[in-house]
């Protein structure tokens, strides 16, 4: 039996240093140990060769911590603690088909940018709110690649937030910061339940899909959806502009 060392590891222990296998009893290496704690270089990438011999003292193999697993050290901070109910957009027309698609499900539009700190700190919150409303459909949009289609749609301030539900359309617009997270709260609370059937889903307003269509950004053509009225709440921490 054999084993071979990657370069980076590290065995520590005494020349009795032992590995157990259940069908042959322990089996021990032969090679010195103590020359590969004094100066591994000389043993990194060496096959160590193993026989039938009694076990000594227990021993520690020490490897580098980059090959250690950490489900959030590659993670950015937008992309942790998320839940299957959000989706990252990457283009205009997979937003709109979102819309559309959702049915009659409260779509929660997520508007942040990865230098904006007030959309760094909220974002642990919105995860926890998107797994307690877990029938709502949050779609995150980032500002930094996503710089036309955020203009197209007249946002102005990050991080930003826009409610859509069924055949209503958009439902409510706002701002909020840690601060002011009841306002969110709120708003799912208040558009995230019907006590009657919705129909299909309109998606977005007429003036939003034009603008869009303006740009090349969908292919969609757009038809006369009339426009509804929706409450938009000043404030944010982040200006665009």
Known sequence: MSCCLKSGSSVYGSNDLAFKNRAKGSLRVCSSIQTLHSNPSECLGKTLHLSDQKPATKFVIDFPKSDLPNAHTSLRWWEKFLHQNMIEILSAQELVDSLLNAGERLVVLDFYSPGCGGCRTLHPKICQLAEVNSNALFLQINYENHKEMCDALNIRVLPFFRLYRG???????????????????????????????????????ESELSALASRGLVSRNVEGNSSMDYEVEEGGVFSLR
């Open 167 to 205: 055949e209503e359309g958009r439902a409510c617009s706002f701002s909020c910061t840690n601060a002011t997270i009841k306002k969110f709260k709120d708003a799912l609370a208040k558009h995230g339940t019907s006590s009657h059937r919705l129909g299909s889903a309109k998606g977005l307003d």
